[in-house]
């Protein structure tokens, strides 16, 4: 199968559709496009990379069973090569294929089969989430803040550490750490967590912000075993234990 891609229409959102099952594609491509987006199809990762490479993307969909790659070594390609955002969308529904996707960086993951309106609720929740443009941000409505000698710069969704190095950051890890530093010392649910991040709550196996703060603590704590910034409260939720400041 060829790389495929409907025609471009200004202001709509672009989705590149990476599965090597053509009806699936089909399907998608003809869905998408009647619900306002932009589609691209590529059958394997190495039309995803010519795709990413020369068009402007801004969330794809990604199945994990590919001919020619393993959708894990993609979706690590696109963290370090992209900055848009992915759902995973795979016949694997085994919880640590879950896991494995999120803690890659994946801003959701979507099990077949699927349910179409499903799977466009859940994009247009991501794409909500996602960075816009460039555009004149006011600095009352996107402060910088800062804590525990961490800034994060919300017009541009930049995190620098102690000594100004850049602290890379998934939406999804962003979108966490954000509604964590709008309630400081405040104990957060799974279930507000997760409807912040993905508009629905927390599932009774769901691990889906646990892996998300597991991500987090890596970037932020000293010893993430022992984390002193985003602590656990027991049977409630985390709750962020510092000080916030904005400037």
């Known amino acids: ?31 998408l496009t009647g619900h306002g987006f932009d589609v691209t199809c590529a059958a394997d990762g190495a039309q995803l990379r010519s795709v990413i490479a020369e068009r402007a993307i801004d969330l794809v969909l990604l ?64 794409l909500r989430r996602a960075p816009s443009g460039p555009s004149i941000v006011d600095p009352e409505s996107a402060p910088c803040l800062r804590f525990d000698g961490f800034a994060l710069d919300t017009s541009s969704r930049r995190l620098t550490d102690r000594n100004g190095a ?35 709550e927390a599932g009774p196996f769901d691990r ?14 000293f010893d993430p075993s022992t984390p002193q910034l985003i602590k656990s409260v027991r049977g409630a939720g985390y709750m962020l234990a510092v000080d916030v400041s904005r400037l």
């Not at 790389?3 to 053509?22: E, G, I, N, W």
């Open 63 to 126: 199945d994990l069973s590919l001919p020619d790659e393993d959708g894990l070594s993609l979706l690590r390609y696109l963290q370090t090569a992209w900055r848009g955002q992915v759902i995973v969308v795979s016949g694997r529904s085994d919880a640590v294929e879950r896991v494995v996707g999120l803690e890659l960086g994946a801003d959701d993951y979507v099990t077949k089969p699927f349910d179409f309106r499903e799977l466009l609720a859940r994009i247009r929740s991501v």
């Open 166 to 200: 850049e602290v890379p950051l998934t939406t999804s890890e962003f979108e966490l750490l954000k509604t964590l530093l709008d309630r400081p010392k405040q104990v957060l649910t799974r279930d507000q967590l997760m409807n912040s991040l993905y508009s629905r």
């Open 1 to 31: 199968m060829t790389v495929s891609k409907t025609p471009p229409t200004p202001d709509r959102r672009r989705v590149l559709v990476v599965d090597d099952d053509a009806d699936i594609t089909t399907l998608l491509e003809r869905y």
């Open 208 to 221: 889906a912000i646990d892996v998300s703060i597991g991500r987090l603590r890596r970037k932020l704590e």
